[in-house]
């Protein structure tokens, strides 16, 4: 069965460096999401992206974030000076067009910023 | 924006015992979604139920999406059924879920 994979599983760095997630979607989906969990919270959204280009985000989705598709796979999320409350689960999912709309999460990345 | 109020919050079940969890939500939806977060922190989609009933081995799920509220019905509980339950929905017009707070089940041996 198809699935969305990321990588890195885990990753740490230090305040102020630039992070990059990346998102492997399921390959004939054509909506692509970012959510992030703080630990012990709930999962939110962050920003989704279609056609080339964000068609939602959240309040959370300040000007530290940008989100890329640089090719045909991948679809990444860039934290450009990270903070210590960066630090979450990061989730990528996708999700199809008509009328079946489930969205598919892949495993994340937990994030650590000291 | 909406609001996703899931409960009860916690959930300790005997293993062999049988729970429901709710879900209500205070706007319209295209999109409910449960998912079950285990110990390594993964989302496992367990329904995608905008509305109607819904069976999957021991875990079934029911959505009325004219009095806002969906359930998940998990029979026979075994201790890997412990986690996080949470449901998700889209809001009629958007396409990103909003997440409720989870249900965290554990079940004892």
């Known amino acids: 069965e198809p699935e969305v994979t990321q990588t890195p599983s885990h990753q740490v760095t230090q305040m102020g460096q630039e992070v990059i997630l990346r998102c492997v979607p399921i390959?004939?989906?054509?909506?692509f999401y970012w959510y992030r969990q703080i630990l012990g919270q709930k999962v939110e959204f962050l920003v989704s992206?279609?056609?080339?280009?964000?068609?939602?985000k959240s309040e959370i989705f300040d000007d530290q974030f940008s989100v890329e598709r640089p090719d045909g796979s991948n679809f990444t999320l860039k934290i450009r000076s990270t903070k210590l409350e960066d630090s979450a689960m990061y989730f990528c999912?996708?999700?199809?067009?008509?009328?079946?709309?489930?969205?598919?999460f892949g495993p994340g990345t937990r994030l650590l910023v000291l | 924006g909406i609001q996703v109020e899931q409960s009860p919050p916690d959930l300790i079940l005997q293993e062999g015992a049988n729970s429901t969890l709710r879900c209500n939500f205070s706007d319209s939806v295209n999109n409910l979604q449960w998912f079950h977060q285990n110990p390594w922190g993964q989302l496992i989609n367990l329904f995608y139920i905008p509305s109607g009933t819904k069976q999957n081995g021991r875990l079934s799920a029911t959505t009325v999406a004219t009095e806002r509220y969906s359930l998940l019905y998990i029979s026979s509980s075994q201790t890997t059924d412990s986690g996080v339950y949470f449901c998700a929905v889209v809001r009629a017009g958007a396409n990103n879920l909003f997440f409720g707070t989870g249900t965290r089940l554990t079940v004892i041996p």
């Open positions: 390959s004939n989906h054509l909506y």
């Open positions: 992206f279609y056609n080339n280009e964000i068609s939602e």
């Open positions: 999912a996708s999700s199809g067009t008509g009328r079946v709309l489930a969205q598919y």
